[in-house]
């Protein structure tokens, strides 16, 4: 197998210096996950990288890419030696980039954007040579990191692009050289540093600043913000391809809203396409419009496409769901629906729709009907607004069909206090303090909802709640 970098060919690339050949198989930013013959990049992030070079090297790193010989470490070994790290690292990216002939899609959007990328995997997988991030590595060394990994012979590339500040998406789009760019949707998300949707959606049109000439903008229809994405699309040259809402280029017919999967008949430009998307919720087969759009944009095939999205399934923390058996004998348990890595407006009225659709079992022969129960956890990074975003929660549509609802964090507590007498559950400002009492709040045949932003850690519930 070809090496992914030469030393020739990394000198090449960012113009820095190696006092030896070397000859590396993968890239690497962390010592825990270093595979023998990776190029390893001393980052700085929370910790220096430079502090980890000489345990790279002796994990059996192949070279090192760094700013200054580390302490302890030999000026002999194989250093790749460049004025400023990161920088190194996008130059990779940007000549891994230019040495393929791959066509490159990128994602953005205010939800959705890791879902779309593992859709579009399964999509294209069988189709060619897939490269994409394993993890949400969408910011400015993810973008850069997961470029500098692509295989040269790589014939499709999935990049997700994010952001949490103004101006950092279109730098990424344009490192990434991109054929295709698809904007999920544009929802209250990161509001803190932005004005208001507007400014969300303008930056996220930014993604289009990227697109190669002759590329195609695969863009959310009938958003109020939608007209800024058109305009962007209108002033770079972009070809628009819109989706979602009804007149838009990729609409929905006629769909099958299973409470297992969606089967769904689209319209399309091309004409009508039937696919599955193995996981209940509009929003999904809205994801995977845009997905199968893509995938033509990008030439694949369409009854491919069909047939690998139908065997994608949502990612862990993003809607997985799992059956808990509390009791073997009895062939008793619950379901988990395990929404723990991310909340905002957009997606948890998403995740509430799924499990007001999901039927609970019936224990009616035994004990009584399961109950649909959601654990909600803060939503962050909503700016001023944040409270009056939680309390509108409670009007929801979804929350008639559910029993009970539990809040955790401090902006929760506005949800709480405007829910129903009959719904409202218990209120804890941390994760931790509900873990003692989780036992209680669940019965055999309940579905369980646990949705919030990474940082308020309801994950934690979820860990618990499978070992209950
Ligand atoms: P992050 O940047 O934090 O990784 P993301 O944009 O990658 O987020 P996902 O991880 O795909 O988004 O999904 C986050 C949550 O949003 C999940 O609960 C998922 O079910 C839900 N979701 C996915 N797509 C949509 C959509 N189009 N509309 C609303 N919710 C969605």
């Not at 502090?51 to 302890?72: K, M, N, T, Y």
């Not at 791959?102 to 994602?107: H, I, P």
């Not at 696919?275 to 997905?291: C, D, E, K, Y």
Request: with cysteine; aromatic share 4%; charged share 20%.
């Amino acid at each position: 197998m070809a090496a992914l970098w030469t030393s020739a060919d990394a000198i090449a690339a960012t113009g820095g210096t190696s006092p030896c050949d070397w000859a590396a198989n993968g890239v690497s930013i962390d010592t825990r996950s270093l595979r023998p013959g990776d190029l390893f990049v001393a980052l700085k992030d929370v910790r220096d990288g430079h502090d980890f070079v000489a345990q790279a090297l002796a994990q059996g790193a192949a070279a090192a890419l760094v700013s200054r010989i580390p302490e302890g470490v030999s000026p002999e070994a194989p250093l790749l030696l460049v004025p400023d790290v990161l920088k190194g690292l996008e130059a990779l990216g940007r000549a891994a980039r230019a040495r393929t002939a791959a066509k490159v899609v990128g994602v953005t959007g205010s939800v959705g954007k890791t879902s779309t990328k593992e859709m579009l995997r399964a999509t294209l997988t069988g189709q060619g040579h897939v490269h994409a991030a394993e993890a949400s590595y969408n910011n400015h060394w993810g973008v850069p990191l997961t470029l500098a990994r692509m295989p040269a012979d790589t014939d499709f590339a999935i990049i997700e692009i994010g952001m949490n500040h103004p101006g950092e998406i279109a730098p990424l789009a344009r490192m990434a050289d991109l054929d295709v760019a698809v904007i999920t949707t544009v929802a209250p998300a990161h509001l803190f540093a932005f004005d208001g949707l507007e400014g969300i959606a303008q930056e996220k049109a930014a993604i289009l600043d990227g697109l190669r000439p002759g590329g195609i903008a695969i863009l959310p229809a009938g958003l109020d913000v939608s007209d800024i994405l058109l305009a962007k699309a209108t002033e770079t040259g972009a070809r628009a391809v819109t989706f979602a809402a009804t007149g838009a280029d990729w609409q929905i017919d006629r769909a099958d809203w299973g409470a297992e999967a969606s089967a769904v008949q689209a319209i399309t430009p091309a004409g009508p396409r039937l696919f599955r998307v193995q996981s209940p919720g509009r929003h999904f087969a809205v994801n995977a419009l845009a997905v199968l759009a893509s995938a033509e944009a990008l030439g694949a095939d369409p009854a491919l496409s069909a047939q690998g999205l139908g065997r994608w399934s949502p990612p862990a923390g993003r809607g997985q769901r799992e059956r808990i058996t509390t009791d073997p004998v009895a062939d008793e348990g619950f379901e988990l629906i395990d929404d723990a890595f991310n909340a905002n407006p957009a997606s948890m009225a998403a995740s509430l729709d799924v499990l007001s659709i999901l039927r609970p079992e019936d224990n009616v022969g035994r004990i009584r009907q399961g109950r649909r129960i959601a654990i909600l956890g803060d939503m962050l990074e909503l700016g001023p607004t944040e409270l009056a975003l939680h309390a509108e929660i409670a009007h929801h549509p979804a929350f008639a069909s559910l029993a009970i609802v539990h809040c955790v964090g401090p902006r929760m507590k506005a949800l709480h206090e405007a829910l129903p007498q009959g719904r409202r559950g218990e209120w804890v400002e941390t994760a931790a303090e509900l873990l003692p009492r989780l036992r209680a709040l669940v019965d055999a045949g309940d579905i369980v909802l646990v949705k919030g932003s990474k940082g308020i850690k309801v994950s934690l519930l979820v860990e618990a709640l499978r070992k209950l």
